[in-house]
């Protein structure tokens, strides 16, 4: 929305995924850009890939939304996506900050809202911690 509460059709989001991880091999650098264009009502929707986690991992996603004149509309920084599971914004802008630290720090919990257990139960092992506070919204 812009300033008047207006939506903002034909907008853009720009969302970049950031990290590392270290392997054998050395230390690998990750990126990843995705780009969306909003609609009439100021509606987007992208497929983000969940953060990968190694050991020593560190990522994170920053989203951008801009007006149809690419004027810098909201920023979101350091964004951690612990779920494959649709999500909202307003849901990571909530978790993400215990979660990117949760990531770089396994003795630490992160927390995770899904609609029934099933669907945490789904994730690969690699994403799955027995310290995560899977958090089941009732219906």
Do not use: C, H
Request: proline letters at 2%; hydrophobic letters at 45%; zero cysteines.
């Amino acid at each position: 929305m812009d300033a008047t509460l207006a939506p903002i059709s034909e907008g853009k989001i720009v969302a970049t995924l950031t990290g590392s991880d270290i392997f054998d091999g050395g230390v690998r650098i990750v990126t990843q850009k995705v780009e969306a264009t909003t609609n009439a009502q100021g509606e987007w929707t992208m497929a983000l890939i969940v953060n990968g986690e190694g050991d020593t991992a560190s990522t994170s996603w920053t989203i951008e939304g801009y007006n149809q004149f690419v004027a810098k509309v909201f920023e979101v920084k350091a964004l951690f996506i612990a779920t494959a599971l649709p999500i909202t914004l307003g849901d990571l802008e909530k978790t993400s900050a215990q979660n990117l630290k949760a990531t770089r720090d396994s003795g630490l919990s992160r927390l995770i809202v899904v609609d029934a257990f099933a669907e945490y139960e789904e994730l690969p092992l690699i994403q799955r911690r027995e310290n995560d506070i899977v958090l089941v919204r009732g219906a």
